[in-house]
């Protein structure tokens, strides 16, 4: 009964992207696009694995997934990065405090409402392979806007 509210909810949230600069949006895009890429592929990989159930059949399941992985963890990388990047320890204490709400709060309702299950993963598991991903889409925005500027600073040494 509360799936469909969940899923307007998450993409009704994607609305909060028009409070950010467009600068800001164009210079996250790429790392976001490499975690929900990264949560796709975990998600579904721990579905087959029975690291937790989804409830519902194969369409239902893969909308409730969706609304997660693809409407819910960009748009929070997508924050985060835009809130805390450059502040290396502020990223870090950002992605803590969202790994335990999520764990420790979203899960727990998930599981009430029977939208999903955890079952070879718990709470503990979650926030070690989240804090992981954290510092794999660190590492990444770092290196993308080392080659950034590395093209930027060539380009404007063969028009000058």
């Known amino acids: 009964m509360l799936t469909p509210f969940i899923r307007l909810f998450a993409i009704l949230s994607w609305v909060s992207i028009f409070f950010m600069p467009s600068n800001a949006i164009k210079r996250y895009m ?15 990989v721990g579905v087959n694995y029975n690291f937790w159930y989804v409830k519902g059949g194969i369409k239902t399941r ?26 290396f320890w502020l990223y870090l204490l950002a992605n803590i405090i969202n790994n335990l709400v999520y764990a420790y709060k979203f899960i727990p309702f998930l599981e009430k409402i029977k939208f999903l299950k955890y079952k070879k993963f718990n709470q503990f598991i979650h926030i070690i392979v989240a804090m992981f991903y954290s510092l794999l889409l660190y590492g990444y925005q770092k290196m993308y806007e080392k080659q950034e500027h590395k093209l930027f ?4 040494k063969k028009e000058g």
């Open 30 to 44: 790429p790392v976001t696009i490499l975690s929900a890429l990264i949560t796709v592929t975990v998600t579904f």
């Open 62 to 87: 893969t909308w409730n997934l969706l609304t997660i992985v693809l409407v819910l963890f960009p748009l929070g990388n997508l924050w985060i990065f835009y809130l805390t990047y450059r502040n």
């Open 153 to 156: 600073m060539l380009n404007a």
